[in-house]
């Protein structure tokens, strides 16, 4: 995981040995077990497998003994990373784990050089706004209607963007 969440408190109490690994379509029962208990709107099969299929950096969290803790499901641009799809399994909630996937994915866009993330969250998802807004991440727009809503209605996203630094080396807003 980065450096950049490293030295925090709350991150020393998190359970080491957690490990990150490439997702699959062979693991796909059990991140759509993941997905439905998260969601109201959950990603289809279809959307992960799709997503694998062009080859999207998609990593799983998964604790010492091997439980799924989480994944997120990312899309490569031009000097720039899309985070598609981040979720953490909701009996685990609360623990860092978002923020470790975070920092894994803030490595791996480092390692294709991009300089900015970029992310959408639904606008009543007031929780994982504050934690992106505590790692560093801005609020850079909304796009209407984004998202699938109760009773067919349709709800905002938020756009949020976070830079990573023109150079490698180059101070982050996380450190």
């Known amino acids: 995981m980065s450096a950049l969440w490293k030295d925090r408190a709350d991150d020393r109490a998190q359970p080491e040995g957690r490990v990150m690994l490439p997702m699959t379509t062979a693991q796909l029962d059990e991140v759509m077990a993941v997905e439905v208990a998260a969601y109201a709107f959950p990603w289809s099969r279809?959307?992960?497998?799709?997503?694998?299929?062009?080859?999207y950096p998609a990593r799983?969290?998964?604790?010492p003994a091997g439980a799924l803790l989480g994944y997120f499901v990312a899309m490569v641009g031009v000097d720039e990373m899309h985070l598609l799809n981040i979720t953490v399994a909701p009996a685990v909630q609360g623990r860092g784990?978002?923020?470790?996937?975070?920092?894994?994915?803030?490595?791996?866009?480092?390692?294709?050089?991009?300089?900015?993330?970029?992310l959408e969250v639904r606008e009543s998802n007031a929780r994982a706004r504050r934690i992106y807004q505590r790692m560093g991440f801005a609020q850079v727009g909304v796009r209407k209607a984004y998202y699938p809503a109760a009773a067919g209605r349709?709800?905002?996203?938020?756009?949020?963007s976070f830079k990573l630094g023109a150079a490698a080396g180059a101070s982050d807003a996380l450190d």
């Open 46 to 55: 279809g959307n992960f497998i799709d997503s694998i299929a062009a080859r």
């Open 60 to 63: 799983l969290l998964r604790d």
């Open 97 to 118: 784990h978002a923020r470790f996937l975070i920092g894994a994915l803030v490595d791996l866009c480092r390692a294709h050089a991009a300089r900015e993330l970029w």
């Open 154 to 160: 349709r709800e905002d996203a938020v756009v949020m």
